[in-house]
């Protein structure tokens, strides 16, 4: 794949490596550096495995001063350094460098502290999303961006991507929930950004950090903010005939000046995955369900609910169902929530798109999605957080078939332009990586691009960490440039580009 | 007036850029007492104004810099909605830049977030006079960096802001604000007490001797929480909230220096004399006090807070809390990757750029 060329020279020789693996022993026990082929195959990808690349080490440090001291070998000897949390990344970000080291966070699984009093929680960076839920529940209080992949990705990777959730059109991303970070930099430096107070003083590094993709430092403690968990949540099913008035509807709750904690949609292929995977009674056959849930005090839900259900129907949902109790609340999100791997059963792989729209555009996007799908003759499942605009469409493919994955990037790549064009964006919250390095030649100028190596070089010189990725070279865009306007004024998107 | 001033004022920096001339960026002139005293020409942004995006039923405004706060709050009002972190005016002419670009947010901040939460893109002049745009106008963005976020509190020193887009939210539909008398250590205890429970407060004080409570929300929230909570109802609430976000209030007009200390909420009542007035559950502590700078800082330090000189009238002091070397050191190259030869309000956030 042409994407994986765009990495450091490197002049790297075998005696390099023996000194290296020496430099780490002496860092870390001999079993947490891998370097035999065998140990470094499951490194080779992150959740995008079609970008894959054996890292030359791989590194598993427990301590913070291991991870100074491996940043301080790395750095004097000029050495890339990818860090890893879970590797469920879906953009290729913790995509190895083939004369680096692979930094995985994995044993940093501690909860180190709770403060009930100011409700925050200060955790290692390879503690699993959900863990920390589970740790404070009984407390009455929750960590609220709640990724789909929430039972395996580590809070550290959550920062690295600012990961949302389908809680996040109410609560924000991981940039809304997170307080204060400990940062080891590329020369192996401790700092902290953010506060346990509500800000900290000068620029605001916390926010900066939060979705750089392991390019500015590495993250080696998270505080995180706790909510109280909601006196009640319910969730509404709407069922839809037709696509575009789901698509009204998605706009005319927040319209009606409710925040639904959760508005979530599916089409018709993704019901059907979902159904036959998970068995939870959707409607199999609408053309469309949204997923609306209210949560707050108990008289707050019932009243939101009455809302929202006129607001479905006038809308021309043909069925609104509401949980009978919070079992069935569970299973209809649990429906969602498994779209992914229940989609990925109806091909032999998917790739899963990213853009965000502004809302009113949802129906004329969906609609173009659906002629390429037709065009590229490549079925697309579409499973979205609907509230804020994010889409992921999953196009199946088989990539055994010659030329099919080629075709598909195609695709995708196409469906990113569209969203940049109605004046979105190529990434709502999987990130850049290695995947979308040539949209962002679409999203953005030279002049910005720029400004954006300024800032990483701030904090990264050289261009050790993570090299290659999230922001594409002015030389690589230049390339590609004479086939691209910026800022969505491609005068005929009917044209080819690629 | 809906000027569109962008390749004038990216003029006017590349021409100071070319004298090394340093610009003081003025929107309103409503903050001139917020950071270090401002040095250089006037680089003047309050023409460029003006709503340019509204759909409220996308929850997003996108608006130019030099617009009047008070025009972005009217034209939100009109459809019901509202700038969630209720950010303070300090005087008539104050902008949605000057807003943005001091990070400013009032009583609702611990309940609903700060400025920095609800920004989705800027667009900015940068030190080179180069006119970019990040982010947008999406809830979800995290192509490239979160330049637009980084702007926040950043006081103009890393770029002249142009435009602004905000998440902005419905208006509730009720709120009401609660009176008791409590001491301030008691009302530390209560205002974390509720904030860890799923109560709809949306601000919340304590003036020395009483504990201030506003619930917003769904009517039957507000009548349960108002049973939780106690305390007498307060006649025209939204007066009240309003002199405490404009330091009208009383507790303000006690003489100089101001210090804003910024803290954990539930941290206890602080060992430093003066006069203390609380918000944002405890996060948020103005303090009347002639302690030396050095040891309040000492003080609100070892709590794992930072303490700004918000009022002064010693222009020259350190204004915003010092930061470790290697912090500072840091910043130092943030700001010079933005504005490689310090034009842009230099010094104002610290002396050192
Ligand atoms: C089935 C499925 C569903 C998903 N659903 C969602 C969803 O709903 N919302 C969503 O936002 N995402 C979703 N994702 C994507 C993914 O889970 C998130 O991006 C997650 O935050 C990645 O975390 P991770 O620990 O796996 O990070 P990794 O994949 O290991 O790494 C991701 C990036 O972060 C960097 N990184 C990781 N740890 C650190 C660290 N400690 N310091 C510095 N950099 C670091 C890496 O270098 C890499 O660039 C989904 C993925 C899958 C497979």
């Given at each position: 794949?042409?994407?994986?060329?765009?990495?450091?020279?490197s002049n790297?020789?075998s005696?390099?490596?023996l000194a290296?693996l020496?430099?780490?022993r002496?860092i870390?026990?001999?079993?947490?550096?891998?370097?035999?082929e065998?140990?470094l195959?499951?490194?080779?990808?992150?959740g995008?495995?079609?970008y894959?690349?054996?890292?030359?080490v791989?590194?598993l440090?427990?301590?913070?001063?291991?991870?100074?001291?491996?940043m301080?070998v790395c750095h004097?000897r000029?050495?890339?350094v990818v860090?890893?949390g879970a590797?469920?990344?879906?953009s290729g970000g913790?995509?190895?460098?083939?004369?680096?080291?692979?930094?995985?966070?994995a044993?940093?699984?501690?909860?180190?502290?709770?403060d009930?009093?100011n409700?925050?929680?200060?955790?290692?960076?390879?503690?699993?999303?959900?863990?920390?839920?589970?740790?404070?529940a009984s407390l009455g209080?929750y960590?609220a961006?709640?990724?789909?992949s929430q039972i395996?990705?580590?809070?550290g990777?959550n920062?690295?991507?600012?990961?949302?959730g389908v809680h996040c059109?109410?609560y924000?991303?991981t940039?809304?929930?997170?307080?204060?970070?400990?940062?080891v930099?590329?020369?192996g430096?401790?700092?902290?950004?953010g506060s346990d107070?509500l800000?900290?003083a000068?620029?605001?590094?916390?926010?900066?950090?939060?979705g750089?993709?392991g390019?500015?430092g590495?993250?080696?403690?998270?505080?995180?903010?706790?909510?109280?968990i909601?006196e009640?949540?319910?969730?509404?099913l709407?069922v839809?005939?037709?696509?575009?008035?789901a698509?009204?509807?998605?706009?005319e709750?927040i319209?009606?000046?409710?925040i639904?904690?959760?508005?979530?949609?599916?089409d018709t292929?993704?019901?059907q995955a979902?159904?036959?995977?998970?068995?939870?009674?959707?409607?199999?056959?609408?053309?469309a369900?949204?997923?609306c849930?209210v949560?707050?005090?108990?008289?707050e839900?019932s009243e939101?609910?009455?809302?929202?259900r006129?607001v479905l129907?006038?809308?021309?949902?043909?069925?609104?169902r509401t949980?009978?109790?919070?079992?069935e609340?569970?299973?209809?999100w649990?429906?969602?929530?498994?779209?992914?791997p229940?989609?990925?059963?109806?091909a032999?792989?998917?790739?899963?798109?990213d853009?965000?729209?502004?809302?009113?555009?949802?129906?004329?996007v969906?609609?173009?999605?659906n002629?390429?799908s037709?065009e590229?003759n490549?079925?697309?499942?579409?499973v979205?957080?609907?509230?804020?605009g994010?889409?992921?469409p999953?196009?199946?493919?088989?990539?055994?078939?010659?030329?099919?994955?080629?075709?598909?990037?195609?695709?995708?790549?196409?469906?990113l332009?569209?969203c940049?064009?109605?004046?979105?964006t190529i990434?709502?919250?999987?990130?850049v990586?290695?995947?979308?390095i040539?949209q962002?030649c679409?999203q953005?100028?030279?002049?910005?691009?720029?400004?954006?190596?300024a800032l990483k070089?701030?904090f990264?010189p050289?261009?050790l960490?993570?090299?290659?990725?999230?922001?594409p070279?002015?030389?690589?865009c230049?390339?590609l440039g004479?086939?691209?306007?910026?800022?969505?004024q491609l005068?005929?998107p009917?044209?080819?580009?690629? | 007036?809906?000027?569109?001033?962008?390749?004038q004022?990216?003029?006017?920096?590349r021409?100071?850029?070319a004298r090394?001339?340093p610009?003081?960026?003025?929107?309103?002139g409503?903050?001139p007492?917020?950071?270090?005293e401002?040095a250089?020409e006037?680089?003047?942004?309050?023409g460029?104004?003006?709503i340019?995006?509204?759909?409220?039923?996308?929850?997003?405004?996108s608006?130019r810099?030099g617009?009047?706060?008070?025009?972005?709050?009217?034209?939100?009002?009109?459809q019901g909605?509202m700038?969630?972190?209720e950010?303070?005016?300090?005087?008539?002419?104050?902008?949605?830049?000057?807003t943005?670009?001091?990070?400013l947010?009032?009583p609702?901040?611990?309940?609903?977030?700060?400025?920095?939460d609800?920004?989705?893109?800027v667009?900015?002049i940068?030190g080179?006079g180069?006119?970019?745009r990040f982010g947008g106008?999406?809830?979800?963005?995290?192509?490239?960096?979160?330049?637009s976020?980084?702007q926040?509190?950043?006081?103009?020193t890393l770029?002249v802001?142009?435009?602004?887009?905000?998440?902005?939210l419905p208006?509730?539909?009720r709120?009401?604000?609660l009176?008791q008398?409590r001491?301030a250590?008691?009302s530390?205890?209560?205002m974390?007490e509720w904030?860890?429970?799923p109560?709809?407060?949306?601000?919340?004080?304590?003036?020395?001797?009483?504990?201030?409570?506003?619930l917003?929300?769904?009517?039957?929230?507000?009548?349960?929480a108002?049973?939780?909570?106690?305390g007498?109802l307060?006649?025209?609430?939204?007066?009240?909230?309003?002199r405490?976000?404009?330091?009208q209030?009383?507790?303000?007009?006690q003489?100089?220096?101001l210090?804003r200390m910024?803290?954990p909420?539930a941290?206890?009542?602080l060992d430093?004399?003066?006069?203390c007035?609380?918000?944002?559950?405890?996060a948020?502590r103005?303090?009347v006090s002639d302690v030396?700078?050095?040891q309040?800082r000492?003080?609100?330090?070892e709590?794992g807070?930072?303490?700004?000189?918000?009022?002064?009238?010693?222009?020259?002091?350190?204004r915003?809390?010092?930061?470790?070397?290697a912090?500072?050191?840091?910043?130092?190259?943030?700001?010079a990757?933005?504005?490689?030869?310090?034009?842009?309000n230099?010094?104002?956030?610290?002396?050192e750029?």
């Open positions: 794949m042409s994407v994986i060329e765009d990495v450091l020279e790297a020789t005696n390099d490596k290296l020496d430099a780490l002496a870390v026990p001999e079993q947490a550096v891998l370097h035999e065998e140990d195959r499951p490194y080779e990808c992150d995008l495995s079609a894959r690349r054996l890292p030359w791989v590194v440090p427990e301590r913070v001063e291991q991870v100074q001291a491996i301080r004097q000029n050495i890339p860090a890893r590797g469920t990344g879906l913790a995509l190895p460098h083939e004369h680096g080291v692979l930094l995985s966070l044993k940093f699984t501690s909860i180190l502290n709770i009930v009093a409700r925050s929680a200060r955790v290692q960076p390879g503690v699993r999303n959900l863990a920390i839920s589970q740790a404070v209080l960590y961006p709640d990724p789909s395996a990705c580590s809070i990777g920062v690295a991507e600012n990961s949302g059109l109410k924000g991303l940039v809304h929930n997170v307080l204060k970070l400990d940062i930099t590329v020369e430096e401790l700092i902290t950004v107070a800000d900290s000068g620029y605001d590094l916390l926010a900066l950090f939060n750089s993709e390019m500015l590495v993250i080696v403690e998270v505080t995180v903010k706790l909510l109280p909601p009640r949540a319910q969730v509404l709407g839809f005939d037709d696509v575009e008035k698509g009204t509807a998605v706009g709750i319209a009606a000046g409710i639904p904690a959760g508005l979530e949609m599916m292929l993704a019901i979902a159904e036959d995977f998970a068995h939870v009674g959707y409607p199999v056959g609408a053309a369900i949204l997923l849930e949560d707050g005090t108990n008289e839900v939101h609910v009455m809302h929202v006129e129907c006038a809308c021309g949902a043909t069925e609104v949980a009978r109790d919070e079992q609340r569970i299973m209809m649990k429906g969602r929530k498994s779209a992914f229940a989609v990925g059963r109806l032999p792989d998917y790739y899963c798109m853009g965000t729209i502004p809302r009113r555009h949802l129906a004329q969906l609609k173009r999605i002629e390429l037709r590229y490549l079925p697309v499942a579409n979205f957080h609907a509230g804020d994010n889409l992921h999953l196009i199946l493919y088989d990539a055994n078939q010659p030329g099919e994955l080629a075709r598909t990037e195609e695709m995708g790549g196409k469906i332009e569209l940049v064009q109605v004046g979105g990434t709502g919250e999987h990130g990586g290695m995947e979308k040539d962002m679409v953005f100028a030279q002049a910005e691009l720029g400004q954006f190596h070089a701030a990264d050289r261009g960490l993570n090299p290659g990725k999230a922001v070279t002015l030389h690589r230049a390339e004479a086939m691209h306007v910026h800022h969505g005068p005929f009917e044209l080819e580009r690629f | 007036m809906h000027n569109d001033l962008t390749s004022l990216a003029a006017q920096v021409d100071a850029l090394a001339a610009l003081r960026i003025v929107g309103g409503t903050k007492f917020l950071g270090r401002g250089g006037a680089l003047e942004v309050s460029h104004r003006g340019v995006n509204y759909h409220p039923a996308e929850l997003v405004l608006a810099a617009t009047p706060l008070a025009e972005v709050e009217a034209v939100l009002a009109e909605q700038l969630p972190f950010p303070p005016h300090y005087g008539d002419r104050a902008t949605l830049g000057g943005i670009a001091c990070g947010s009032g609702a901040r611990a309940y609903r977030g700060a400025a920095r609800f920004v989705l893109g667009s900015l940068n080179r180069e006119a970019l106008e999406v809830m979800k963005n995290v192509a490239g960096y979160d330049v976020r980084l926040v509190g950043a006081m103009g770029g802001l142009l435009d602004i887009s905000l998440k902005v208006c509730t539909a709120q009401l604000t009176v008398e001491d250590q008691e530390i205890t209560l974390n904030a860890g429970r109560l709809p407060l949306s601000a919340t004080c304590h003036d020395g001797a009483r504990l201030y409570v506003r917003s929300g769904a009517e039957s929230a507000i009548n349960a108002h049973q939780r909570i106690g007498e307060l006649n025209d609430g939204a007066a009240f909230w309003r405490v976000s404009e330091q209030h009383d507790f303000f007009q003489g100089r220096p210090w910024s803290l909420a941290t206890p009542v430093v004399a003066g006069l007035f609380m918000e944002w559950g405890g948020q103005w303090m030396p700078a050095e309040l000492r003080v609100v330090t709590h807070g930072h303490a700004t000189l918000f009022r002064a009238d010693e222009q020259s002091a350190v915003f809390h010092p930061l470790p070397a912090l500072l050191a840091l910043q130092a190259r943030v700001k990757a933005f504005d490689p030869k310090g034009i842009l230099p010094g104002r956030l610290y002396a750029f």
